[in-house]
């Protein structure tokens, strides 16, 4: 499940026209992380969802979709 939502969560990054890097800029995440969390590393905290989905202008749940 995690490697499922890290690869949805950078599609939708992607899809919205941001590298790794300027997401951990607009969101002050670590780039590292957000690298850990798209590799299915890492599962992101509920907060970590929250400032991701904020930054990309989608709903928490977009995440999950299809998962």
Do not use: N, W
């Not at 299915?40 to 989608?58: D, F, M, W």
């Amino acid at each position: 499940m995690r490697l499922k939502l890290g690869k949805h969560i950078q599609q939708i990054r992607s899809d919205k026209g941001y590298t790794q890097e300027s997401l951990a800029a607009v969101s002050g995440l670590d780039r590292v992380s957000i690298g850990y969390i798209e590799q299915g590393r890492r599962a992101p905290q509920l907060s970590t969802l929250l400032i991701l989905s904020k930054c990309l202008q989608v709903k928490i749940s977009d995440f999950f979709d299809g998962i």
